[in-house]
């Protein structure tokens, strides 16, 4: 249940400088290592590489390859090509030589495209204001300005009314509409400007200042027309020849953009290499399993280089090893802390007890079902590719999205599945569907034809009148819980020689056992005094040697936390406090609807409405609730008991390819 993560080792790659070129792309391509810097004592004797001109070439091309691509109508790509060397593809972008023709036809373009867009501007507002009865050529004066405006129809009269204070000098010609009043104006120099500034800011009216425009409304809209029709025709005489470019360059450049995206990071690395005349050195971390992998491609395509593995006390990072269906769980570990490189991973503890403690919390088969319809509907949705949710109120949608990316609200909804589905199986023992209880009618019909003895009511176990077993149920999975991770702890202890650590933790562990024993024997109304009762000195002894072994391993600090043992086991029983809420809540609501049902037909559409509105509130809180709690039982009282976590997760150094074949692919297959 309890697995460590990929084992890691160290390694120092010493070879000849001028096959660092060679080495670093195989390191590139088998994608195993996460490299690191010198270490202090190696890089004091070395010195950094540094071939600027080739980089400087290649980011370049890289730019170059950027906006032919931007330019360009993109193509889909359905092969992948193959580069061996820096030199290749220095080549390979070569051979693509039309930048001063699309460089030529993107200008042509944007200009194309202000004049088209400055066309259909004025299409729309000759349009809008074709009530002018006059040549818009009038509007064009030296002596005066002219503008179009728009203002609401009920603040129009007033507007008016406070142009006519220096009516000799504003000319308006109007169109007023339902809501909105449309004016040509004219203002003289007489009318000062910040006036009219005044004035149309007070009334809210929009204006601009009127375009130079030749003829009427009729004649100027033809015109506009025709103008609009030949500058789209230019357009898409453009358009077709940058296809017809793109159609014999836009893979190559794609293919060419990639790998030069390669060939830069490569460069980064070279450039940091330590170096002497004649040889170079690198560290790095890689997978203990990949080690013998690696030397062998070194041996295959270099002369030379060699590997070593390094004895060091640096924390290694940390890559996880589970199974396939548990590794959707690593995001929870992830988001409570990376686990060390040689530390226990919890990640299938967390994907066994998440569902479990969800399930257990929900227990109820209909809220169970619509929790894993709604489940399976965000998975369809996001990972078949189908990404939008405008099925989804848009408020919850929006509130959705802030909280989680899509990619997370997947991931989320595949680990509640299982617990839904517990859900299910829960609440059919349970007798609960969305609070009713409906197994009676199954039960009773099993009961006479086949001839069982199934009970009549239909419920199996009852969460309320059988609260008490379900309490201790609950105690019991916090002991084993606590047990457990101090077990744990124990070990990790042991593992990194904190022999006191262990010593505290084990104490711990005797202590709560000792409380847990003598709780349970009063309970059960046993004589637990020491004197009379060897069972009573027994639960005593192990407190008392509990709180003697956390003193010698952790000091007198661990007297002072005494209590929080005993919390941490009894905090597991809120997995039912939190079932009963729901089963409660669930029942209140019912019993509202039945009432409902005996009165007039108003007070039973007032049922219905309480019905459907309480349960998806309970719904909502059975989503949420029982997922933060489920996560906190395990973050804080179990992972507290043994997990440290800050660990680095390892990025091995590699790109991934689309476009593009890695160099030593080949040799990777046959090994």
């Not at 080792?9 to 195993?32: C, F, M, P, W, Y």
């Not at 929870?332 to 990640?347: M, V």
């Not at 991931?411 to 569907?433: C, D, E, H, R, S």
């Not at 709690?629 to 008991?641: C, D, H, N, P």
Request: charge should be positive; aromatic fraction near 10%.
């Amino acid at each position: 249940m309890v697995l460590k993560p990929i084992p890691m080792r160290k390694i120092a790659v010493l070879g000849l400088r001028k096959e660092n070129q060679t080495v670093v792309s195989i390191l590139h391509d088998l994608n195993v290592v996460q490299l690191e810097p010198l270490s202090k004592d190696v890089a004091s004797m070395l010195r950094n590489e540094r071939d600027n001109d080739l980089f400087r070439q290649v980011s370049d091309q890289l730019l170059r390859m950027k906006a032919l691509k931007t330019v360009l109508p993109p193509i889909e790509a359905t092969q992948c090509q193959r580069f061996t060397s820096v030199d290749q593809i220095m080549q390979a972008t070569k051979s693509i030589d039309v930048d001063s023709k699309v460089a030529s036809l993107e200008k042509e373009k944007e200009g194309l495209l202000t004049q088209l867009n400055e066309t259909e501007n004025n299409i729309k507002l000759v349009e809008e204001f074709s009530f002018f009865p006059e040549d818009f050529n009038v509007l064009q004066l030296k002596m005066a300005h002219s503008y179009f405006g728009r203002i609401s129809s009920k603040n129009y009269p007033a507007f008016k009314k406070a142009l006519d204070v220096n009516s000799q000098d504003v000319f308006v010609y109007p169109k007023e509409g339902k809501d909105t009043t449309n004016m040509v104006l004219v203002t003289f120099p007489n009318f000062p400007p910040h006036a009219l500034a005044t004035v149309v800011q007070e009334y809210d009216v929009k204006i601009e200042a009127s375009p130079k425009l030749d003829g009427k409304a009729d004649q100027l809209i033809q015109k506009l027309k025709t103008k609009q029709s030949e500058i789209s025709q230019k357009l898409k005489e453009v358009e077709r020849q940058l296809g017809e470019i793109s159609k014999a360059h836009y893979v190559n450049i794609v293919c060419i953009e990639e790998q030069l995206e390669i060939e830069n990071k490569k460069l980064e690395v070279i450039d940091n290499l330590g170096v002497t005349s004649d040889s170079f050195a690198l560290e790095g971390w890689i997978p203990k399993s990949k080690i013998n992998q690696l030397r062998t491609v070194f041996e295959k395509n270099t002369k030379g280089t060699m590997l070593f593995e390094l004895e060091t006390d640096e924390h290694p990072p940390t890559q996880f090893d589970n199974p396939k269906r548990f590794k959707l769980f690593e995001a929870f570990i992830r988001f409570y802390s990376l686990p060390e490189g040689k530390e226990f991973d919890p990640t299938l503890i967390f994907g066994l007890l998440f569902p479990i403690f969800y399930g257990m919390m929900v227990g109820d088969a209909g809220y169970g079902l619509v929790i894993l319809l709604v489940c399976r509907w965000v998975i369809r949705r996001i990972d078949g590719g189908k990404r939008d949710f405008n099925i989804m109120p848009g408020m919850l949608r929006k509130f959705a999205l802030n909280i989680l990316k899509k990619r997370q609200m997947s991931k989320l909804a595949k680990a509640m599945t299982p617990g839904a589905i517990i859900a299910i199986g829960l609440g059919f023992v349970f007798n609960l569907y969305f609070g009713f209880h409906l197994n009676g009618y199954l039960f009773g019909f099993l009961n006479s034809t086949l001839g069982l003895h199934l009970p009549a009511d239909g419920t199996i176990f009852s969460p309320i009148h059988g609260l008490r077993k379900l309490l201790l149920i609950s105690g019991y999975i916090g002991l084993g819980m606590v047990t457990f991770g101090l077990v744990l702890g124990m070990l990790n202890s042991m593992r990194e020689g904190l022999k006191k650590h262990a010593i505290g933790k084990m104490g711990w562990l005797l202590f709560g056992w000792g409380v847990v024993l003598l709780g349970l024997a009063l309970m059960h109304h046993q004589h637990i005094n020491p004197v009379h009762s060897v069972s009573g000195a027994a639960y005593i002894g192990l407190m008392m040697g509990g709180i003697a072994l956390m003193f010698v391993g952790e000091g007198p600090r661990a007297i002072m936390e005494l209590p929080s043992i005993v919390s941490h086991i009894l905090s597991y029983t809120r997995i039912i406090g939190i079932l009963l809420a729901s089963v409660i809540l669930a029942d209140v609501i019912d019993f509202i609807f039945v009432k409902t049902l005996h009165h007039s037909i108003p007070y039973i559409v007032l049922g219905t409405i309480i019905l459907f509105i309480g349960h998806i509130f309970n719904i909502i809180i059975g989503v949420f609730e029982p997922g933060i709690q489920g996560a906190r039982l395990i973050y804080v009282e179990f992972f507290s008991k043994f997990y440290h976590g800050n660990g680095r997760a390892f990025k091995p150094f590699g790109t991934p390819r689309k476009f593009t074949y890695d160099q030593y692919e080949m040799q990777i297959e046959k090994k």
